[in-house]
Structure formats: C-alpha cells, structure tokens
C-alpha cells in the first residue's frame, strides 16, 4: 500500500495520458524470453496483497456473464489486445453494472478525456504466491472506485459507457500478465502480455466458494440451440421437412462460405393456403418491442422474422409499411422497388405477392390488406438488383416461389447483399421474387412447429457489429409471421 501510494506520487507508475510513438513497443528494449514477464518480482511487491483464491468472474452480468455478449474478441483480424463486452440491446448495456473480475486492488481510476480511452478503471489481482494479473476496464460512464481501494470480486467499479461519445457502449476489457503498463493502443500485432480475457476468466473458477447453476461454465448468451434439419451441401438434392401441411424447412450450405459461421441459409416455405401471412407492429398492437419469438408466443404465430428496416424512434419502418388502415409509415421510399402484399381485398388476386415496377402495375399493392415496401433483392428480369460490396452481413429476407409460396429466408453467416442474393438465386428453391428485410444482428427468424423450435439470430454487420459472437435474439418493433387457418367449415353443408 505505502509503495503503491510512493510510485503513484512519484508518477512512474502512472500510465502515460498520451500513447506512446506508434513504431515502439510498450515492452524494454529487450524483450524478456517466454515466459514473458515485464517487469519481473519486483513489479508486483509493491502491491501488499494477500493471496486471494482462483476465482474469476465475467465483469458484466456476474458471475457468468448471463445476459451479455462479446462484440469483438481478442485478437482476429485487427489484433484486438480486449474483449468487447456489451449488452444485447442497442443501447449495449449503457449504464449496467461494471464488476472487478476477481478480489484486488484498484492501481488506476482515471478519466483520459478524448483519445479513445475515456475512463479507465485497472484493479490487479494476486492469485496465487506469484500470479498476478491486471484487469483493465475502458470507455466507462462513471468511476465508483479510487487508486489504492481494495475491491472484491464481483463489486462495482463503475458504470459502461461510451468513452462520452466517442465509442459505440461497450466495455473494453484487457488482461495482461505484468501489472501498470502503459495504456497503449487495444489493438497490436505485438500481443506479448495480454491475455485472451475469456480464456482466462473460464479456466480460473475452480475456488470460487458458491456453487453456479451453470457448473462454473462461463458464457454470454441465453440462446439454446435447436436441432434443425439436416443440412443440404450444394450438390445434394433439395430436402424439404415437412413439418405440417402447407409449411416446410430446409436448411442449404452455400457453395461459397461466408468469412464466419456454417454458411447455410434458413428456409421456411410457407403455403397461403394453408397459413396466414399477418404483419404485426407495435406502432399497431401499442405493446413494446419483442423477440421474434415473443412475438410469435403473445400473438399465436407458428413462425416470425423481420419485415423490413426500421428508424431510430424503433417503431416506424423505413419504407411505406401498411396493415389495412393503419400505416406505419404512409411514405413509398423511393430507392427501394419491392412491395411485398398480402392479404388481397377482392377476388381473383394472388394471396401473397411482391410487386416489382419493373413488371408489375404497382397500384395493385391498393387492393391488398398489408403492404411492406423494401429493397428488390432481385429484378423480375432475374438479375441481382445489389452492387457487389465488400460491406457484410447477416440477412433476413422474403422471397416468393413460382407457386406463389411465401418464402423466410434467415443467414447468420455474413455475406455482402449482392452475394447472398446470388447465392439465394442458385438454390433450388423455385424463386421468382425477393425483398430485403433486414441486416446484422437484429435479423432473426423463429419458427415453432410438430415440436420443433427454431430461434435463428443474426451477428455481424459491417460498421456496427463486427463479430460472430451474438447469441441473443434482439428486439423488434415489427415482425412478419404466419399463422395457421383456422378451417371455414368442417363439412360441406347439405
Ligand atoms: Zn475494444
């Protein structure tokens, strides 16, 4: 303690506000060899601590990490030295609870103002005679601890944030093997001394005195994982499971793989004979957003997925969506050329249909119920209506076949628009028509029927959330689903 509070005054062990030059490295000119110690014995004798026990905690949602996620993970391809830890929803877990992961003592507590660092929180901990290990906590909204606090496992440091403004609301969060290096960068080729938090945190719990329900495992996400269909490889013949009459599934691997994640893509075909297609919003209902799911289990739906973009009031969809007399949005947007219409008002029009100007007279989209406007995917021509673009993501989609079927299309594995629309295109699925529903992590598809149960969640999305790493469905303002007809007559009279 008294060291501690000597190397604080004397400033050595202060981290540097500004990084330093980027062609140097934060280690000695020479390199300690594996394994590598920075500072050496030395370094740690200066924190008084005793012994605490092997048991390492997640720092949001403790002591597993239930109901977070990591949006990036260490390393990948820009040599990330952190963790990206946020909440599911898309304010990322602003404001929750950021908790030391193990017993220690805070070394820093500091706001870095612009930069990219934010507030900083650093606690090392000392596991065992000569382990020790520093936490690093960035982009915080609110310090609650001071340099020198003792802190416990579990306790609050402060608060995530966005590094007041200048970060999407995540938690940063480094490990590293020698204790009060500078700050230096979060990303480097040159990881020698961080750890893979995760990594570390799972194989370091076996002391912790309570008993978890999850068996000490620690995980983000809540998602359970349902057996699907088998798989369709690209030279396999279509394989569609019927699950009940009027609504089938196939699951298709792309001949061409994703960068992330098994590269299938999620079908459900869906007869309006025998399934009724129904728009649901909350702008409508005046009940709040909802997973997919919960949408389906409040509303009766056998299966639901996204009907299109919505603004940031999250209610009012980006194209002209329609459900009899309440518009969601009365505006036709005037970049995007399908129109996915349901619900025919008078006799002789097809059930389901999207309508492309293209090659179809458009004002026919008046004399249906439910009318949702998005991007073509695909020109009546058969043409990819997209640009190809290096830009990636997951994608809800929906099509209609030849027989006038309603098609959900659901891809968790990323690919640009141009590319998923190809690769949709090539499946033997009879498609004449498909709209753009949604991208990145919100694009989900749930599908409950003849006891199966399907949650599919999308992750990446270039620009916003580049990871594989989601496994919460995220909540919706609007979805599309159907439901079974409930039969007219049971018999015919007379
Ligand atoms: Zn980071």
Redesign the pocket.
């Known amino acids: 303690m008294v060291l501690l509070a000597l190397m604080l005054l004397t400033g050595c062990g202060s981290p540097a506000a500004d990084p330093p030059a980027v062609a140097d490295t934060p280690f000695d000119s020479q390199p300690p060899p594996p394994p590598f110690r920075y500072l050496g014995e030395a370094n740690v004798e200066q924190f008084s601590m005793p012994v605490g026990p092997v048991c390492f905690d997640a720092p949001l949602g403790p002591p597993d990490g239930e109901g977070y996620l990591v949006s ?1 993970g260490f390393g990948g391809p820009r040599d ?5 830890w946020r909440g599911p929803g898309v304010d990322g877990g602003l404001g929750d609870t950021v908790a030391a992961v193990c017993d220690g003592q805070v070394i820093t507590a500091r706001d870095y103002g612009v930069g990219g660092w934010g507030k900083v929180v650093r606690v090392v901990h000392r596991y065992g005679e000569e382990q020790w290990v520093e936490s690093l906590y ?1 982009h915080l909204e609110r310090i609650d601890v001071e340099p020198g606090q003792r802190v416990a496992r579990g306790e609050r440091l402060g608060t995530l944030g966005d590094a007041d403004g200048q970060t999407s609301p ?1 938690l ?2 480094e490990l590293r093997e020698s204790m009060n290096l500078p700050l230096w960068h ?1 990303y480097d080729r040159e990881a020698r001394g961080w750890i893979e938090p995760r990594a570390f945190i799972r194989a370091h719990r076996t002391d912790c005195p309570e008993r978890r329900s999850t068996g000490g495992a620690l995980h983000q996400g809540t998602t359970a994982q349902h057996a699907g269909p088998p798989v369709v490889e690209p030279a396999g013949q279509p394989a569609w499971t019927e699950l009940e009459p009027g609504l089938e599934l196939a699951v298709f691997r792309s001949p061409g793989p994703s960068t992330d994640g098994d590269s299938t893509i999620t079908v459900l075909r869906v007869d309006p004979e025998h399934f009724e297609p129904v728009l649901l919003m909350a702008s409508q209902t005046g009940t709040g957003e909802a997973t997919a799911r919960e949408w389906a289990q409040e509303h009766g739906l056998v299966a639901a997925i996204n009907p299109s973009m919505f603004e940031t009031d999250r209610r009012t969809s980006t194209f002209y969506m329609r459900v009899g007399d309440h518009d969601n949005n009365p505006a036709h947007h005037p970049r995007a050329n399908a129109w996915l219409a349901f619900g025919p008002r008078e006799p002789g029009l097809a059930p389901v249909r999207i309508l492309d100007p293209s090659c179809d007279d458009v004002a026919l989209r008046e004399r249906y119920h439910t009318v949702i406007q998005s991007y073509r995917m695909r020109t009546c021509a058969g043409s990819t209506a997209w640009k190809p673009s290096a830009r990636i993501w997951s994608h809800a989609s929906l099509g209609v076949d030849v027989d006038g079927r309603l098609l959900l299309l659901h891809a968790r594995s990323p690919w640009s628009t141009h590319d998923f629309t190809e690769i949709v295109a090539g499946l033997p699925i009879g498609l004449r028509s498909l709209q753009y529903a949604e991208g990145g992590p919100e694009a989900s598809l749930y599908l409950r029927s003849a006891g199966l149960e399907l949650e599919r969640v999308g992750s990446y999305e270039t620009g916003f959330f580049e990871s594989d790493a989601n496994q919460h469905a995220w909540e919706l303002p609007n979805v599309l689903g159907v439901r079974r007809r409930v039969a007219a007559t049971t018999a015919e009279p007379g």
Do not use: C, K, P, T
């Open positions: 990036q990330h030295l952190g963790e990206d960035a995540h940063h969060l979060g």
